[in-house]
């Protein structure tokens, strides 16, 4: 057995590279695609949403679950707000992930909704989404639903904090919470804000409502509607922004 490890060791294995820019190889999802003896590797960006999109239960489900000891934290920062905001003393049952989210989706009291704001090395680059894209975006879900709260997520919760300071149904996740607890925050919320960038892209894609997007952030992507699911286009009604016209 060892000699013929070594053997194939000493072998070198064919390489078959392929650039991707974000878009669909339906070619990577059958069966037998790949020859035997060769390794297949894919540079650049993989976040095609079709190529898991049959496995979107399990993924939102059993892999990109918060555990328990994430979920215990991320429910003190809910009900807090639910104290702070209605005087209630919350009580989550934290069996999985996904009850607590039910829990969360089913109160009649206000409407939850994630906000991801890539800053730091998008804003020398000139990627970093504007604040009057956020607040429009934000104005688009007030006027939609009668009472919603935002939970902001970021690389900069400084700047995030001074920029939305005086919107008391505003808040900003804790310093104190590492990028996994922010993900899993904005994955319990039952909608989303996001602007460019791979985190926003999945914290969107788990929270699995509407999703409004920044449509001018240069993806990158060839195809973009291969990158962006279709409910992040919010039915067509989101279209880029050119000297602030809207279509929000």
């Not at 089913?106 to 890539?118: F, K």
């Not at 996001?194 to 997007?213: C, E, K, P, S």
């Amino acid at each position: 057995m060892f000699n013929s490890v070594v053997y194939n060791i000493s072998k070198p294995i064919p390489i078959i590279v392929k650039s991707a820019g974000c878009e669909y190889i339906p070619e990577l999802t059958r069966p037998h695609a790949l020859s035997s003896g060769y390794v297949f590797e894919l540079q650049g960006y993989w976040q095609s949403y079709l190529h898991f999109s049959k496995y979107s239960d399990d993924i939102r489900e059993r892999i990109f679950v918060g555990k328990k000891s994430v979920l215990e934290k991320v429910s003190k920062l809910f009900a807090d707000l639910y104290e702070k905001m209605f005087g209630l003393k919350c009580q989550f049952s934290l069996e999985n992930h996904q009850s607590f989210k039910k829990q969360l989706m089913n109160s009649n009291l206000t409407t939850w909704i994630g906000i991801h704001v890539r800053r730091t090395d998008f804003v020398s680059i000139n990627f970093s989404s504007s604040n009057e894209y956020l607040f429009t975006a934000i104005k688009y879900y007030t006027s939609y639903y009668s009472n919603v709260h935002f939970i902001v997520a970021s690389d900069d919760k400084p700047y995030c904090e001074n920029l939305f300071r005086n919107r008391s149904n505003i808040s900003i996740t804790p310093q104190s919470f590492s990028m996994g607890d922010d993900l899993i925050t904005l994955s319990l919320c039952e909608h989303s804000i996001i602007t460019g960038g791979t985190f926003g892209w999945w914290a969107g894609y788990l929270a699995n409502g509407q999703v409004l997007h920044d449509k001018i952030y240069p993806s990158g992507c060839g195809r973009r509607e291969q990158y962006y699911p279709p409910w992040y286009l919010i039915d067509g009604k989101v279209r880029a922004y050119r000297q602030s016209n809207y279509t929000l």
